[in-house]
């Protein structure tokens, strides 16, 4: 049972537009949303989360969206960097005994294209 | 400013044998976590530790995984009688307080890739 899915694997974008990488959850207790990126041969990095009492984080070119009704969140990039080109995966955690545990999406690989 | 280190990066075993993998947290980070991530899969916890105590080994297989963080070195997760389905990345990450009390995030290592032949 999947509680956090990414149903792209992949996308690819030119650099200098937007990326939009997308994510759904089903766990209603879920209270609190990260982002990781992750290179080849890398642990994951965070890069931005966002508490269920908003529905807007923002830091530099990464804003993160939460949709609570739709259960459902977006990371955007804008502009795209080469650099950007990694695997991004979206994290939930709820509130409770176990709110130390995350759990992760499978990932959607970008590709910022020069 | 040493980050979570892992090791090793990359593990070959044969089936029957036994893995240990190594995690020394951030300094100052006395809450280890970890995870593992199978091929085409997300990250998936496996178990919680502090010092000498494991708080949470609900995500750990029943039989031949074992996790420890003694009260000096590294934290160690062992697997016996390796078979092909343990080829995964182990990820051990680590936070300065319990991450649940806090909204900031885990520092993750690099992984231990484990290879069963």
């Known amino acids: 049972d999947q509680q956090v899915k990414q149903n792209s694997p992949s996308l690819s974008v030119q650099e200098g537009r937007i990326s939009i990488l997308n994510c759904d959850y089903t766990?209603?207790?879920?209270?609190?949303f990260l982002w990781y990126k992750k290179y080849p041969a890398e642990g994951p990095t965070f890069l931005i989360s966002?508490?269920?009492?908003?529905d807007k984080n923002e830091d530099g070119r990464f804003t993160v969206f939460l949709n609570k009704s739709a259960k459902h969140l977006s990371l955007h990039i804008v502009p795209s960097q080469p650099g950007d080109s990694a695997v991004y995966f979206c994290?939930?955690?709820?509130?409770?005994?176990?709110?130390?545990?995350?759990?992760f999406g499978k990932g959607t690989l970008l590709t910022v294209n020069p | 400013n040493a980050g979570v280190m892992q090791n090793p990066r990359h593990l070959v075993r044969r089936r029957g044998q036994e893995a240990r993998l190594r995690c020394s947290p951030m300094?100052?980070?006395?809450?280890v976590y970890w995870y593992r991530q199978l091929p085409e899969e997300g990250l998936k916890f496996m178990v919680y530790?502090?010092?000498?105590?494991?708080?949470?080994e609900s995500g750990m297989p029943k039989e031949r995984f074992s996790a420890e963080f003694p009260k000096e070195g590294p934290s160690i997760l062992r697997i016996q009688q390796v078979v092909r389905g343990d080829s995964a990345a182990y990820f051990c990450?680590?936070?300065?307080?319990?991450?649940?009390?806090?909204?900031?995030?885990?520092?993750f290592g690099e992984g231990s890739r484990l290879t069963v032949l």
């Open positions: 990450a680590s936070s300065p307080k319990l991450a649940g009390d806090y909204t900031g995030e885990l520092f």
């Open positions: 966002i508490s269920s009492i908003k």
């Open positions: 530790l502090q010092k000498e105590n494991i708080i949470d």
């Open positions: 300094k100052g980070h006395s809450h």
């Open positions: 766990n209603s207790m879920f209270d609190y």
């Open positions: 994290a939930a955690k709820g509130s409770g005994g176990s709110n130390y545990k995350l759990t």
